[in-house]
T-cell receptor, first 110, second 114 residues
């Protein structure tokens, strides 16, 4: 069965304290893995797409990596404005099938 | 700016009273999706359109219907809302012709059922 699991469910960091979020997946025929940021009461905002194991993408304090079984979202020296829920989604062999994880709720304290 | 727009942002309806949520896009994407998201849960795909081709997820209740009159607009109809249908409804678009499959989401409509 295709599924996506994110951990931890919630993460509290002090400003400047680097950490990583995990997204593990089992899916037949991975086409792509996506990271989104979701602020309370808003729609998810696209961050990164990763297609193959070994690929890395960076944007400001965020860096996403991909292996054959999981992806990590590394947050370097986070700021309070990085507080949000981070969602991971995978696109399966069926081009229009997307499976989302439940997200990691990140809280960065000043 | 190209974007995905959802109206209304907040909708209150009574138990059993039909409601329609709308989504429009200026991205000219050929695929449009409707998701249901409950608090602290993953977005759950209800259905999607590839151009005019409608695709229903197997576990989407019959109570939920959708229409896509043209490329830019898509509607979600809930025929007889129950208390369990209270949720955030997200519209998203993507283009199947690109190498990526990233989706672009609207701000969502928060549905309350009283």
């Amino acid at each position: 069965e295709d599924q996506v699991t994110q951990s931890p469910e919630a993460l509290r960091l002090q400003e400047g304290e680097s950490s990583s979020l995990n997204c593990s997946y089992t899916v037949s025929g991975l086409r792509g893995l996506f990271w989104y940021r979701q602020d309370p009461g808003k729609g998810p905002e696209f961050l990164f797409t990763l297609y193959s194991a070994g690929e890395e993408k960076e944007k400001e304090r965020l860096k996403a990596t991909l292996t054959k079984k999981e992806s990590f979202l590394h947050i370097t020296a986070p700021k309070p404005e990085d507080s949000a829920t981070y969602l991971c989604a995978v696109q399966a062999r069926d081009f229009n099938k997307f499976y989302f994880g439940s997200g990691t709720k990140l809280n960065v304290k000043p | 700016d190209a974007m995905v727009i959802q109206n209304p942002r907040y909708q209150v309806t009574q138990f059993g009273k039909p409601v329609t949520l709308s989504c429009s896009q200026t991205l000219n994407h050929n695929v449009m999706y409707w998701y249901q998201q409950k608090s602290s849960q993953a977005p759950k795909l209800l259905f999607h359109y590839y151009d005019k081709d409608f695709n229903n997820e197997a576990d989407t209740p019959d109570n939920f219907q959708s229409r896509r009159p043209n490329t830019s607009f898509c509607f979600l109809d809930i025929r007889s809302p129950g208390l369990g249908d209270a949720a955030m409804y997200l519209c998203a678009t993507s283009t199947r012709t690109s190498g990526g499959g990233e989706q672009y989401f609207g701000p969502g409509t928060r549905l309350t059922v009283t």
